[in-house]
């Protein structure tokens, strides 16, 4: 029965339920109550993130049942199950088609900004800005206001419009003040300045966020990016912000990189060991992240810089056999053979040199190993050979 069926989708029993309710809909029962019961389905299946059965399920209601009110809200839950598989454009279409159809103000602000927002994750950023501006055109007082003014940045942020996103972004803030989107706005203004490398002004846009927010994951990505902004103002306060991340925020996607920037501060202001013990903390705690190579890269070219040429060449090599396809590893194979000059170890050097041409033969640093390879072979006394090199450079 209808009344079951609808029981168990409420419940959340879906596996018990969707055999019914299809051999409800499909045993010619009264045609209200099988489009009632599909559209119920389709609302669970989209509650419980099951989205290819989902747009089946509103496939199938679309074609079979003609009520027009009934169409709006399944184009509309059509449309939200396409953007749960990745299918924007189809998207936009179900929820342009929504918007046609419904009636009711509200409903129909939903539906425009969710055309909107499908043309933005489908990378459409010209059509969603002309979107967005209609939507606040049409629906100025919206309690969608901020959502929408913010997306419309992000428009024209993607569109590489900087002046215009950054005063977008401001206007969010200064129009909706007490929203999440404004606070957001912030941040990203900051990372705008931070992209363009306005170094002053991007520390002054993370103040301001921090000033909003005490804690939480904005306060750690503002945190973050004023201790980069005041790095590459050479601010010795950087290292403050970065040590702040580990202590407060320590399980946070920040954290790894703020660590790894402890280390790149300390050897700035000259604190060698205390830096070069932060890196190998790194690789402890965060063996698998994304900044890993980078700092085993540095931990190479340290150990190169203060004479160690040794552990140099090992830290090189062993960071060619675990990060082979990174893009430091050609530079960190040309690192170890210049370690092998220093030692005057030129065998060993010409070896090293030449199996960088071999692995690596689009190198940049190749010219720089070729003419290293010949002053090796120089050393040893091989002129002729070192001449045919001094030519191929």
């Known amino acids: 029965s209808q009344a079951l069926c609808s029981a168990l989708l409420k419940g959340g029993r879906l596996d018990e339920a969707i055999p019914l309710v299809r051999a409800y809909v499909s045993s010619n029962a009264e045609a209200a109550a099988s489009a009632s019961l599909q559209l119920q389905l389709g609302e669970v299946l989209l509650d419980a993130e099951r989205h290819d059965e989902a747009i089946l399920v ?5 074609e079979t049942f003609a009520r027009e009110g009934g169409q709006a809200h399944a184009r509309m839950g059509h449309g939200w199950a396409l953007v749960g598989v990745g299918r924007y454009a189809e998207a936009a279409v ?22 909107a927002d499908a043309r933005f994750l489908n990378a459409q950023f010209q059509h969603a800005q002309e979107l967005y501006e209609r939507f606040l055109e049409e629906f100025p007082g919206s309690l969608h206001g901020a959502e929408a003014k913010f997306q419309l940045a992000a428009c024209l942020e993607a569109l590489g419009k900087h002046e215009e996103t950054e005063r977008a972004f401001e206007r969010v803030v200064e129009e909706h003040p007490d929203s999440p989107e404004a606070t957001e706005a912030l941040l990203r203004i900051g990372e705008l300045h ?9 520390e ?15 306060f750690a990505a503002a945190l973050h ?14 290292l403050a912000d970065f040590e702040r991340i580990g202590v407060e925020y320590s399980s946070d996607d920040v954290a790894a990189h703020a660590l790894f920037m402890q280390a790149m501060c300390l050897y700035r202001l000259g604190r060698d060991a205390q830096a070069l013990a932060v890196c190998h903390r790194f690789l402890e705690q965060y063996p698998e992240s994304t900044w890993a190579p980078s700092v085993r890269f540095w931990i190479g070219r340290f150990s190169y810089n203060t004479g160690d040429y040794v552990a140099a060449e090992a830290e090189f090599l062993s960071f060619v056999e675990q990060y082979a396809k990174h893009a430091l590893a050609d530079r960190a194979v040309y690192r170890a053979g210049l370690a092998a000059v220093k030692r005057k170890e030129y065998v060993r050097a010409i070896e090293l040199f030449g199996r960088l041409a071999k692995q690596y033969p689009e190198s940049e640093w190749l010219a720089g190993a070729r003419f290293h390879q010949a002053d090796a072979m120089c050393e040893l006394g091989k002129f002729a050979g070192a001449i045919l090199v001094f030519e191929e450079v």
């Open 58 to 62: 509103y496939q199938q209601y679309l």
């Open 194 to 202: 931070h992209a363009l490398k306005e170094w002053k002004a991007a």
């Open 94 to 115: 179900a929820f342009e088609k929504a918007h046609d159809l419904f009636t009711v103000p509200e409903q129909r602000t939903e539906s425009l900004l969710k055309v």
């Open 204 to 218: 002054a846009a993370f103040d301001r966020v921090m000033q909003r927010v005490e804690s939480g994951p904005l």
């Open 225 to 238: 990016g004023r201790g980069l902004a005041r790095y590459q103002l050479w601010s010795p306060d950087a």
